[in-house]
């Protein structure tokens, strides 16, 4: 499991990307980060563990999914596009930032797509 520290450096990465905005719009505990009103991260507070889901590519969420347990996918989401992250430590925090960057990438190429 992860520690604390290394929890809030997930947290602190994912508003420290350039235009992402943070919304509540569902529950207090349910963190949205988006760009360019594209979401691109969904943060689950209220549990003693960080889920993190995140936008991927179907091919990285297939492998994913085949080595690492902690990788599901996307719950209440598109599972084809999206992965749940339970932050158990079979992620490295610096893996998980390359995750958050991939879905924040595939977020800004949506969003030129539709302007």
Request: proline share 3%; no cysteine; glycine share 2%.
């Amino acid at each position: 499991m992860l520690k604390l520290e290394e929890n809030q450096r997930i947290i602190k990465y994912l508003s420290s990307l350039k235009k992402t905005e943070i919304s509540y719009p569902h529950t207090k505990t349910l963190a949205v980060y988006s760009v360019d009103n594209i979401a691109f991260a969904y943060l689950e507070t209220s549990k003693d563990i960080l889920r993190i889901s995140l936008r991927s590519d179907r091919e990285l969420s297939k492998l994913l999914r085949e080595k690492y347990e902690e990788v599901l996918p996307g719950q209440k989401l598109n599972p084809s596009i999206w992965n749940t992250i339970i932050v158990s430590g079979q992620l490295s925090v610096d893996d998980i930032q390359a995750l958050i960057d991939h879905s924040y990438d595939l977020a800004i190429k949506s969003s030129q797509l539709t302007n």
